[in-house]
């Protein structure tokens, strides 16, 4: 598939948009949604001219909202207008959030009322809410209908409603009383009573954290969930395709800020070089500035490495198997924190099991070390390394274990007190554990 995303790439760079055109016309909506991601800001938009109206909708949603605000950009207003109100409203919404507020306004006031009505609705609730992710667009059933009735309210619905495989089902004042599926209408008969057919529902608070709804979703295998206020009544639903959206997202933030960067929020062929520079420089130079601890050890035990140099020989491998130790502690947990199987209530319970688990992987790495520099350099210098394994996997453990715990409950990110910060701790600890376990067992 690249080599053909590549041909049409020479297209483009040769000049020749009718033969472009014809080709785009042969792959899918897919195919086409990964060739313009591969392009640059000029050529993106040029491609897309050269779209079918129909196809260059679909193309349009898929697309990331960087790159959505990038081709309206380069559009004029008429056709701006029309991809906008081609958008769903919690999509809508999303793409305001990356525009100036004047250009979002523009949009707004270019909207149907009844857009315009719903897209209000999305933006009345606070970011990073289930609300802001939730669609207003739903078939809601009144529990005292029968099959019938409630896909004749199907059919009229039409292509307004955001699903119809799973839809709510409410009383007369709109409290949530459960969910009845498509296919469960379908196979009844048509005077069957829907509160024979609904079953019960799991829903979310309108204010509820995103990522949580959208890991429950997924965890309880759900095409779609209701939304509903503190009262219980139903405001919106929330499908499987935005959850997965959201889940997306969290884990490539969480991917980046482990691996000491900031998420690119676009994809990487479409980013500008700068912009990748700057979303790795700045944890490059905390890390540098936290790496100089290290070197102060090192200062301080100068005259240690003197007077025995082997001791420096050990120096990489004991920082790194205690950087590692840390990092799949980390790592571990933070997924742990991301799925709710533990949370910051849970830290002695977690810190006990790490310093367990540290313990028995020093105690088998450290038996290793011991037998392998023994034989080689002394069993003095083998009990240093035995001992400093054993020692520095169990801290690297249990400060690995705790610090995604400890940025849940500062509310930060836990993936940023993780691997980064992790591997420096352990680094200039990992040294002064080191030293001092040579100085006892060398006498120096």
């Known amino acids: 598939m690249t080599e053909q995303l590549d041909d049409l790439a020479a297209l483009l760079r040769d000049g020749e948009p009718q033969r472009l055109q014809q080709a785009l016309t042969e792959i899918s909506v897919g195919d086409t949604v990964d060739f313009l991601e591969r392009l640059g800001v000029r050529d993106r938009a040029v491609a897309f001219r050269l779209l079918p109206k129909g196809v260059a909708v679909e193309v349009f949603d898929m ?21 906008f109100d081609s958008l769903d409203p919690d999509d809508r919404v999303r793409l305001m959030d990356e525009m100036p507020a004047s250009v979002a306004r523009q949009m707004l006031r270019h909207l149907d009322p009844r857009e315009r009505s719903l897209t209000g609705i999305v933006l009345g609730y606070s970011s990073g809410t289930i609300g802001r992710e939730m669609s207003p667009e739903f078939v809601a059933i009144p529990e005292q209908w029968n099959a019938q009735q409630a896909l004749d309210k199907i059919r009229r619905a039409g292509e307004n409603a955001e699903t119809i495989y799973t839809l709510p089902v409410v009383d007369r004042q709109r409290l949530l009383k459960g969910v ?9 008969e048509d005077e069957t009573p829907i509160a024979d057919l609904m079953t019960e529902a799991d829903s979310v608070i309108v204010d509820h954290e995103a990522e949580d709804a959208a890991r429950l979703c997924a965890d309880r295998k759900h095409l779609a969930m209701p939304v509903t206020d503190k009262e219980h009544r139903v405001v919106g639903i929330f499908t499987v395709d935005d959850a997965l959206d959201i889940l997306e997202r969290a884990e490539s933030e969480d991917a980046a800020r482990q691996g000491g960067s900031e998420p690119l929020h676009r994809p990487y062929l479409s980013t500008p070089v700068l912009r990748i520079m700057r979303s790795r420089v700045v944890w490059l130079l905390v890390l540098a500035v936290g790496a100089t601890l290290t070197v102060q050890v090192l200062d301080v035990f100068e005259s240690t490495l003197e007077s025995l140099v082997v001791l420096s020989l050990f120096v990489p491998l004991l920082i790194g198997t205690g950087g590692n130790t840390g990092n799949q502690a980390a790592t571990t947990v933070t997924r742990a924190l991301a799925l709710g199987d533990v949370g910051p209530r849970d830290v002695m319970r977690v810190l006990w099991r790490e310093v367990r688990v540290g313990a028995t992987l020093g105690a088998t790495l450290g038996t290793g070390g011991f037998l392998v520099a023994g034989l080689v350099y002394g069993w003095d210098i083998g009990s240093v390394i035995g001992l400093t394994l054993l020692a520095i ?10 610090m995604p715990l400890l940025g849940k409950k500062l ?34």
Do not use: W
Not at 427 to 438: H, N, Q, R, S, W
């Open 63 to 83: 697309l990331d909202q960087s790159l959505q605000l990038e081709i309206i950009e380069g559009l004029k207003d008429a056709d701006v207008a029309h991809f």
């Open 411 to 444: 509310g930060a990110d836990p993936a940023v007190f993780a691997n980064p910060f992790i591997s420096t701790f352990v680094d200039a600890t990992g040294l002064i554990v080191y030293f001092l376990i040579a100085r006892a067992v060398l006498g120096l």
């Open 180 to 188: 009845v599926s498509l296919r469960g209408l379908l196979g009844a």
């Open 393 to 402: 996997c169990t801290m690297a453990a249990s400060a690995g274990g705790l």
